[in-house]
């Protein structure tokens, strides 16, 4: 969790800090957090791909199951793909749009942000922290 915490808001977005950007390692392992989905507490990850920093649900869109065939490993062997480990379902790391395999439509985004060498992720209507 980087050492700066600071939350910003804007209308009914908020931006929740993330991660520090070293911890993103283009084509390496996720950062996962817990966000509430739609009412339901979920995870989320997020990944760095060519320089740019994604983040998704982590649920296949074939079936609602978690992706990560380790804990924080999405992507497959060739490292262009994120892969679901349990249904073999192969993602766009750019878009989580279904390129093969068994799904229905593609991953669900978590908007990012990045500045000031920390990762940001944004809230949305149905996307919310955990509040405790």
């Known amino acids: 969790m980087p050492d700066r915490i600071k939350y910003t808001m804007t209308e009914s977005v908020r931006t929740m800090p993330l991660c ?3 911890d993103l390692v283009d084509r390496g392992n996720a950062v996962s957090f817990d966000v ?3 009412g ?6 997020a990944i760095r ?8 649900l982590n649920q296949c869109a074939h ?5 990560d065939y380790q ?6 062997s060739s490292g262009h793909w994120l892969m679901c480990a349990t249904h073999g379902a192969i993602y766009r790391p750019q878009t989580g ?11 669900i ?7 000031d060498d920390v990762v940001h992720w944004h809230t949305a209507s149905n996307l919310q922290p955990i509040e405790f």
């Open 20 to 22: 520090n950007s070293c």
């Open 36 to 38: 509430v989905y739609c």
């Open 40 to 45: 339901r507490v979920s995870r989320g990850f």
């Open 49 to 56: 791909f060519e320089g740019q920093v994604y983040a998704y």
């Open 63 to 67: 079936v609602p199951m978690e992706m």
């Open 71 to 76: 804990p924080n490993r999405f992507f497959d």
């Open 97 to 107: 749009e279904c390129r093969g395999g068994p799904c229905r439509g593609g991953l």
């Open 109 to 115: 985004k978590i908007a990012l942000t990045e500045h």
